[in-house]
């Protein structure tokens, strides 16, 4: 499986960005999907999680009523929908997906990655 995240970008405070994760290969491994972010000096934190059918999902309590993660399975896309944006939303945003089961809460419970894309607020 490979992901390829894309969508950040700079913005000013209380803009707005999509950021998107495409997965290619042997996609019917995979069950859940997140977005982890890193900033500089920081270790990797959960951001957003989604389940396979996209019934539930999950949020940190930083990002919880601003940012919204969806997917479009035919599409084997995740999105990360980010509004309302603050200077301590800047970090490198990676995608993930697992086949795992487990908590999704933690980078370990993850086995595929995506290569990370810069989102940068400024104030």
């Known amino acids: 499986v490979q992901l390829q995240a894309s969508g950040g970008g700079l913005v000013q405070a209380g803009g707005s960005l999509r950021l998107s994760c495409a997965a290619s290969g042997l996609t019917f491994r995979i069950n859940d999907m997140g977005w982890f972010r890193q900033a500089p000096g920081k270790e990797r934190e959960f951001v957003a999680a989604i389940t396979r059918s996209g019934d539930s999902t999950y949020y940190a309590d930083s990002v919880k009523g601003r940012f919204t993660i969806s997917r479009d399975n035919a599409k084997n896309t995740v999105y990360l929908q980010m509004n309302g944006l603050k200077p301590e939303d800047t970090a490198v945003y990676y995608c993930?997906?697992?086949?795992?089961?487990?908590?999704?809460?933690?980078?370990?419970?993850?086995?595929?990655w995506g290569q990370g894309t810069l989102v940068t607020v400024s104030s």
């Open positions: 993930a997906a697992r086949s795992s089961r487990g908590s999704l809460y933690y980078t370990n419970a993850y086995g595929y």
